[in-house]
């Protein structure tokens, strides 16, 4: 599942034939925008990609944007989604083994398409560990969340 506003569009095209071309993507869902020109704002787009997640309809998502972090901080609105700004190998391994982050974002104005196509192999690759020493700090995000919609 992807997405990008219209300062995205061109990398999230890039980055789209890398995932079609993966045998670990089964299906890919692209929520726009669908052109350049598309002046879709992105807090529409990353609420939409982490909605969808929320409701079983992909397990991760891709959104990308000019900084990558109007995205995140979008997707992040939804309840049980977390989602994060990834430009380099070892904050995007973090944010899957070690916060469970169902979205990336990437900016398209911070990193090089080149630096991002490598980055999605691995992120495929990676699996949150329920039984690891990270699932309880997880879970206190999960409980944290929940709390803060209680008092509102």
Known sequence: MLGADF??????????????GNPKVSELL????????DKNDYPNIGF???????????????????????????ANKVNGIRATVAHDPYSLERAVLSNNCQVISFG????????????????LDYEFDQAGSS??????????????????
Do not use: Q, Y
């Open 7 to 20: 300062i995205g569009f061109p990398l999230k095209e890039i980055l789209k034939k890398e995932l079609a």
């Open 135 to 152: 699932s309880p700090k997880v879970k206190l995000l999960s409980d944290l969340e929940s709390t803060a919609k209680e008092n509102k």
């Open 108 to 123: 398209a104005r911070v990193i090089a398409p080149e630096i991002a196509i490598k980055l999605i192999g691995p992120w």
């Open 48 to 74: 939409g990609v982490a909605k969808a997640i929320a409701e079983g309809k992909a397990d991760r998502g891709l959104l990308v944007c000019g900084t990558g972090i109007g995205m995140a901080i979008a």
């Open 30 to 37: 692209d929520f726009g925008v669908l052109s350049s020109e």
